[in-house]
């Protein structure tokens, strides 16, 4: 059964920057990633899960938050079954659990834009902003 595990989280300073990793893992070898959408979500304490960034399979089009103003970068290597999120100029804002889920696209009305349709989520990796 493939799960999505997240690393690279931590605790870092406002203005510094930090690399989130997806990666799938207990995957059979037909398994490949590349045929999903990949999305990023977070969840700030006492808040609703919200989408962060979305990269589409295929184009690799993507979608990002608002929130993110530009300072976010979603990528994604197909070849090592893997998604990034580049965060930098993080704030205390930024604090939340992040977390990957993989979906057909990031069109609207996706699961990107409806994380509540999620039934199952990996445990996420923590990000704290704090001087």
């Known amino acids: 059964q493939v799960q999505l595990v997240e690393s690279g989280g931590g605790l870092v300073q406002p203005g510094e920057s930090l690399r989130l990793t997806c990666a799938a893992t207990g995957a059979a070898s037909a398994f490949s990633l590349d045929i999903f959408a990949i999305a990023w979500f977070r969840q700030a304490p006492g808040k609703e899960r919200e989408g962060v960034s979305c990269?589409?399979?295929?184009?690799?089009?993507?979608v990002y938050a608002d929130s993110g103003n530009g300072r976010f970068t979603i990528s994604r290597d197909n070849a090592k079954n893997t998604g990034y999120l580049q965060k930098s100029s993080l704030n205390p804002e930024d604090t939340a659990i992040y977390y990957c889920?993989?979906?057909?696209?990031?069109?609207?009305?996706?699961?990107?834009?409806?994380?509540?349709?999620?039934?199952?989520w990996g445990q996420g990796t923590q990000v704290t902003v704090s001087p």
């Open positions: 990269i589409n399979s295929g184009d690799g089009s993507t």
């Open positions: 889920q993989t979906l057909h696209s990031c069109s609207r009305g996706s699961y990107y834009y409806f994380p509540e349709r999620y039934d199952r």
